[in-house]
């Protein structure tokens, strides 16, 4: 069973930078989809970024230009850098797998089956 761990989270100013990182306990040996979504309290939880196993990666338009998502395999690590960071980037950023095979879709959170526990970016004005 995969399991997710997130870490890098923390706070910082407006403009400026960090990194997160998500620990794979395995990665999967087929078809997937890793990605990174963010919730704030009382919204629905929004999809920032996916990345595929033949590295394919799709982002959310508010984040565009600004947020690059990798992956290291031989690490075992999903990361999501951050550039550029704004006030609006503040939330819980989670890490999240689909293992279904299915092209990545960041629309919708149900097709991912397995979650970390969430890391907080706070981003100041």
């Known amino acids: 069973q995969v399991q997710l761990v997130e870490s890098g989270g923390g706070s910082v100013q407006a403009g400026g930078s960090l990194r997160l990182s998500c620990a794979v306990s395995q990665y999967p040996r087929s078809r997937y989809c890793l990605a990174w979504f963010r919730q704030v309290p009382r919204e629905e939880r929004e999809g920032v970024a996916a990345?595929?196993?033949?590295?394919?990666?799709i982002y959310a338009d508010s984040v565009k230009g600004r947020f690059t998502i990798s992956q290291d395999i031989a690490k075992n690590t999903l990361y999501l850098q951050m550039n550029s960071l704004k006030p609006e980037d503040t939330a819980t950023y989670y890490c999240a797998a689909d293992l279904s095979g299915d092209p990545c879709d960041l629309r919708d959170y149900d097709d991912f089956g397995i979650w970390g526990q969430g890391t907080q970016v706070t981003v100041s004005s």
């Open positions: 990345i595929n196993d033949i590295d394919a990666a």
